[in-house]
């Protein structure tokens, strides 16, 4: 499952997800403008005793600034959840750069 609070959207199951995140997250042009590539950077943390990855988003130049976080379930060794929060201000919460460069 994929959830993005406070959106009420939600994803369930691989085939589902995977058509969300190529048509939106991953897409040239789609909901996050512009060319995908290089358009994302990950940062491992955790959060509620959970794995977790800061999410930054490249701004242009050679910035990524702070966008939100990942938090992922995992179950027998799978993963079972992601819970995508899309707020600029969590990655320095945990510590984390408020911005990266490239």
């Known amino acids: ?41 990950l940062i491992p943390t955790r959060a509620n005793n959970s794995p977790a990855f800061a999410i930054y988003q490249h701004t242009g130049g050679n910035t990524y600034k702070a966008f939100g976080l990942h938090v992922l379930g995992i179950d027998a060794g799978e993963l079972t959840q992601i819970i995508s929060f899309i707020d600029p201000s969590l990655p320095t919460r945990f510590g984390l750069p408020a911005k990266l460069e490239k």
Request: charged share 10%; glycine share 14%; hydrophobic share 45%.
């Open 1 to 41: 499952m994929l959830a993005m609070p406070p959106s009420p959207s939600w994803y369930q199951g691989r085939q589902a997800i995977g058509v969300f995140a190529a048509t939106t997250v991953f897409a040239d042009g789609g909901m996050f403008g512009g060319d995908a590539s290089n358009r994302w950077r």
